[in-house]
């Protein structure tokens, strides 16, 4: 089975972030989905606080939901994350709880590394 | 694990966005896993080589200087969109080494070598 890595740049509000989580679902049901890289504006996916209309898709569970689900990993740059004032490091090194979406890993880039080297196909949204 | 050559595009201009910058960090962390990694400028990231930019005016971390920091990362292919340049008038850019001006169509038939494309 194909391994696809995924990158997703693009934060909750953009409907692109969207069309990444529907093509996540469907990916994984025919390929190996070996992670999920949030990287620039996309950090903002794995902030917990995100509180949306009832009626509108809050992206940031989604992602939760997909990673329990269908056991992927979400890959949150930390480095990134910090910019947009996301703290992400407890003092053991666990998400904060606080302000990270449960799911989500802080990683560095070189998880990147690790990703696009084990892929197959690799899909930037 | 086999290794994968990655190309990076860049195609906005670099103080308006964070785009460039972030290109960068990306492209000098494959560089120090010796990931075979080369960078691409078309469209407006052409605007990224324009000589003596001077962002500390706009508050702007000068991070164009670190371009000169790419071989010592092994990131010795970098092409350059000619078409690009000619299109925004730039006859002069910075000298990198390693860097390439192609015509529009040897720069995409080079782009189509690698395994995976990041676009910023």
């Given at each position: 089975m194909k391994n696809i890595a995924i990158i997703v740049t693009t934060?909750?509000?953009?409907h692109f972030t969207k069309t990444a989580l529907e093509f996540v679902k469907d990916a994984a049901m025919q390929f190996n989905v070996t992670g999920v890289f949030f990287y620039q504006a996309g950090?903002?996916?794995?902030?917990?606080?995100i509180d949306l209309p009832s009626d509108e898709v809050n992206l940031s569970i989604a992602w939760r939901n997909i990673a329990q689900d269908l056991n992927i990993s979400l890959h949150l740059c930390s480095t990134a994350a910090e910019r947009f004032g996301l703290t992400c490091f407890l003092d053991d090194g666990q998400p904060s709880l606080q302000t990270i979406q449960q799911g989500f890993k802080p990683s560095g880039l070189g998880e990147m590394v690790a990703l696009i080297n084990s892929a197959d196909r690799m899909i930037q949204l | 694990m086999s290794i994968k050559s990655l190309a990076i595009i860049n195609q906005t201009a670099p103080f308006g966005h964070a785009n460039a910058k972030d290109a960068l960090d990306v492209a000098l962390i494959m560089g120090s896993y010796e990931q075979p990694t080369s960078l691409y400028f078309h469209g407006d990231g052409v605007w990224q080589l324009v000589q003596e930019s001077q962002p500390e005016k706009l508050?702007?971390?000068?991070?164009?200087?670190?371009?000169?920091?790419l071989a010592f990362y092994d990131i010795e292919h970098i092409y350059v969109c000619q078409d690009s340049l000619l299109q925004r008038g730039l006859t002069a850019i910075n000298e990198i080494d390693g860097l390439s001006i192609l015509p529009a169509i040897e720069f995409s038939a080079s782009l189509k070598r690698h395994h995976f494309i990041l676009n910023f």
């Open positions: 934060p909750p509000t953009s950090v903002l996916n794995g902030a917990r606080n | 508050n702007i971390k000068n991070f164009i200087k670190t371009f000169d920091a």
